[in-house]
């Protein structure tokens, strides 16, 4: 399921929660920091949390604004290369960065939730993302989705196509990786031979 993350201030919290179940009714997951475990090592989780997801939303008051956190978490996302959405709940001078990115005002009764779900899906269609990797050699066939999707970094993936990435399926054998994948709603397949490199999005 596609994941968005929400960041907020705590005192913002019913404002978090409002767009977390509107996002639920459309099939989003929604992720939070209020997610994160005893004993997790916090920054590290919200960074993972932040490459997982399709888009980050900031639910901008004066408070967030001021907010060493909020600030990190929408920076890491534009560092990584993760579409953020700015909503306007109080009126607040954004942060030169964000003052650039079309927000959603959310400060009248009107609510402009279908802009949002559609900002959200145009962020999920132009989302480089890894369906499926194999590693072959003959009939031997090992699935290395997961090990594809490590390597990518700010929705892009530069990796050696070779043995000590993906492992010996078979020995002495010639391999290839096939992999399929989509990026901006486009469902292709990719095939590079042992020692090549992978490349996406081309």
């Not at 993350?5 to 913002?12: G, P």
């Not at 890491?76 to 650039?100: D, N, T, W, Y």
């Not at 054998?173 to 042992?194: A, C, P, T």
């Given at each position: 399921?596609?994941q968005?993350?929400?960041?907020?201030?705590?005192e913002?919290l019913?404002?978090?929660k409002?767009?977390?179940?509107?996002?639920?009714v459309?099939?989003?997951k929604v992720?939070?920091?209020g997610?994160?475990?005893?004993?997790t090592?916090?920054r590290?989780?919200?960074?993972?949390e932040?490459?997982?997801?399709?888009a980050?939303?900031?639910?901008?008051t004066?408070?967030a604004k001021e907010?060493?956190?909020v600030?990190?978490?929408?920076?890491?996302?534009?560092?990584?290369?993760?579409?953020?959405?700015?909503l306007?709940?109080e009126?607040?001078?954004?942060?030169?960065?964000l003052?650039v990115?079309?927000?959603?005002?959310?400060?009248?009764?009107?609510?402009?939730?279908?802009?949002?779900?559609n900002d959200l899906?145009?962020a999920?269609?132009?989302?480089?993302?890894?369906?499926h990797?194999?590693?072959?050699a003959?009939?031997?066939?090992?699935?290395?989705?997961?090990?594809?999707?490590?390597?990518?970094s700010?929705?892009?993936?530069d990796?050696?196509?070779?043995?000590?990435?993906?492992?010996?399926?078979?020995?002495?054998?010639?391999?290839?990786?096939f992999?399929?994948?989509?990026?901006?709603?486009?469902?292709?397949?990719?095939?590079?031979e042992?020692?090549g490199?992978?490349?996406l999005?081309?």
């Amino acid at each position: 399921m596609r994941q968005v993350f929400i960041s907020y201030k705590c005192e913002d919290l019913e404002l978090a929660k409002l767009v977390e179940s509107r996002l639920e009714v459309e099939d989003f997951k929604v992720w939070m920091d209020g997610e994160i475990h005893a004993g997790t090592e916090w920054r590290k989780e919200i960074d993972k949390e932040i490459k997982k997801s399709i888009a980050l939303i900031v639910i901008m008051t004066p408070a967030a604004k001021e907010s060493e956190y909020v600030t990190y978490e929408w920076a890491f996302a534009c560092g990584a290369g993760i579409r953020v959405i700015p909503l306007m709940f109080e009126s607040v001078k954004l942060h030169p960065r964000l003052e650039v990115l079309q927000y959603r005002d959310f400060r009248n009764d009107d609510l402009p939730w279908g802009e949002l779900i559609n900002d959200l899906y145009d962020a999920e269609s132009s989302q480089l993302t890894i369906h499926h990797a194999v590693w072959a050699a003959k009939d031997k066939w090992n699935d290395v989705t997961c090990k594809v999707n490590e390597e990518m970094s700010a929705g892009n993936l530069d990796m050696d196509v070779c043995i000590d990435t993906l492992g010996e399926p078979a020995k002495g054998e010639r391999k290839m990786l096939f992999v399929v994948y989509s990026y901006q709603g486009k469902v292709n397949l990719e095939r590079i031979e042992e020692d090549g490199k992978l490349i996406l999005p081309k």
